[in-house]
């Protein structure tokens, strides 16, 4: 879809927050010049004969990776390319500098704003099937336990088989299970490899359960299209599948193998997450046994996050309060020597953002200097300085993506509930500030903020005391607790301000 086709208040959002609507005209005239690169007369490694797929959420075009698996001996060779964008987009081009004005394809319910232009994105340089297209592969030996024996790197020519999407693998695995033969994409050449994600997905869940890893399974808040909502449009809560799951468990072994490549030659990007901090893990604790979650004293704090079910709704709450514990996830640059406080604590691992460049600006330097070492040269001071500058640019594009997302979120509450006023909505209380009480609403989806200064009367700022652990808060003689269950009243749906007012009745 084009911004042509957007709607009118998405649009107003991104034009708010200065997210360009389309690229200059000399971008998308040297886009199409770009496009017609041939990677067959460029002498890459000929590897088309490998039938690797695609595997993404239903209509996607920017494609990434493709995967290939096979039994070897005992364990698996897995290979996983990455697209090269780098081999239509030149250092110094116009294309490169606006990318670097984005740093990440933005994502809205109506349009995609793309880092690269969609010539390139969505076409010359995306994985789409029966066509020759540059990539990087990471090559694979694993174990029978799914662990990493060898990881190589090629610069190759792949052309993928299909392009799947993960409610068809599910169906067909689920089928495949049931009655052999019977899944739907049965016939093909590649669909053993498709049972052996799912074997090998599965086994790297054991293992990073084993690193101690977590995965905080908070199903997030969208915008998606829906025919009979709000100019096409609903709120809804989207959870992982499994087959995103296992998908994604290949991603982050490919991510591991790229650190550690980088670490042994000591120069490199790292994508890093703080560990827990231990006074707010006890915050957790305490926050638990306020909720009468059961946490045993010798139980391990990612023990006990991925025994937490998001569809109970304490433990829900607990999810949202465990995604305050560590600090937020930041790029470390490094070189002639291993960076300290370097692991990502969700990961359980060094970790490396490799495998959406397509989308993300970061991942292209990053496997332009993991060939660069896989030639055993030397990254020049160029690359060196690229590296240096990236940090900040995929913080301030990080920024806008929440704001971004906040915002058509916000949009869609207010509009959705417009209409409504008088009415009264059950809600659970999932978080307590200073400032107010964060709520969910159940039915429709909504997760917001009561501010206490919309409270009539508003409490005087020495009649507000939040308790140490975070699970009181005391508004003059009124009290609300994490878990409490909660009437709310909608006062007035501001669309405009894209805000909702609640009385709390009850």
């Known amino acids: 879809m ?17 997210i360009p609507r389309d690229f200059a005209p000399e971008v998308l005239a040297e886009a199409e010049a770009v496009a017609h690169r041939d990677p067959l007369s460029a002498g890459l490694s000929d590897w088309q004969g490998i039938p690797f797929v695609t595997i993404d959420p239903p209509g996607s075009r920017d494609l990434d990776q493709a995967f290939f698996a096979k039994r070897e001996s005992e364990g698996y060779v897995v290979q996983y390319a990455i697209d090269d964008i780098g081999f239509f987009v030149d250092r110094g081009s116009l294309i490169e500098q606006a990318a670097w004005q984005r740093g990440l394809t933005l994502y809205s319910p109506d349009i995609r704003t793309p880092l690269y232009p969609p010539l390139l994105s969505e076409e010359a340089a995306s994985l789409l099937p029966d066509v020759a297209r ?15 024996e060898s990881c190589t790197l090629t610069h190759a020519v792949i052309r993928s088989r299909a392009k799947l999407a993960y409610p068809e693998v599910m169906d067909h695995l689920d089928a495949e299970r049931t009655v052999p033969g019977s899944g739907s994409l049965a016939e093909h050449e590649w669909s053993d490899a498709l049972a052996l994600m799912e074997e090998i997905g599965r086994k790297r869940e054991q293992l990073e359960i084993k690193r101690g890893g977590i995965n905080l399974r908070i199903p997030s808040q969208q915008v998606e299209r829906w025919s009979t909502a709000i100019h096409g449009y609903r709120l809804a809560f989207e959870e992982a599948s499994a087959v995103e799951g296992w998908n994604a468990q290949i991603s982050l072994m490919t991510g591991m193998a790229a650190a550690q490549l980088m670490l042994k030659d000591k120069v490199g990007l790292l994508r890093s997450l703080y560990p827990p901090r231990p006074e707010r893990v006890e915050m957790l604790r305490l926050t638990a046994l306020a909720l009468q979650v059961p946490w045993p004293e010798n139980r391990a704090y990612d023990d006990f996050i991925r025994s937490l079910d998001p569809k109970q709704p304490m433990h829900a709450v607990m999810l949202h309060q465990a995604a305050k514990v560590t600090g937020g996830a930041r790029y470390v640059v490094f070189e002639n020597e291993k960076p300290v406080n370097s692991l990502h604590s969700a990961i359980a691992s060094h970790y490396a953002h490799v495998t959406a460049p397509l989308r993300r600006l970061a991942d292209r330097y990053v496997l332009d200097l993991l060939l660069h070492l896989a030639e055993g040269k030397t990254p020049s001071a160029e690359m060196m300085e690229t590296l240096r500058k990236l940090p900040l640019v995929m913080s301030d594009a990080d920024r806008l993506s929440r704001q971004l997302e906040s915002a058509i979120v916000d949009y869609a509450e207010a509009r959705l509930m417009e209409g409504h006023e008088g009415k009264l909505f059950s809600a659970i209380v999932i978080g307590l500030r200073q400032e107010g009480i964060i709520v969910q609403i159940t039915d429709p989806p909504i997760r917001t903020l009561i501010p206490l200064a919309s409270l009539s009367p508003p409490p005087p700022e020495s009649q507000v005391q939040l308790s140490p652990d975070g699970a009181m808060l005391t508004v003059a003689e009124k009290q609300f607790s994490l878990g409490q269950s909660l009437e709310l009243r909608l006062i007035a749906a501001n669309t405009s301000a894209r805000s909702l007012s609640f009385s709390i009745e009850s």
């Open 2 to 18: 084009t911004n042509a086709n957007a709607l009118p208040e998405f649009q107003h959002i991104r034009d708010a927050l200065d």
């Open 134 to 148: 540059p990539a990087i592969v990471f090559t694979f030996t694993l174990n029978s336990q799914a662990e990493v």
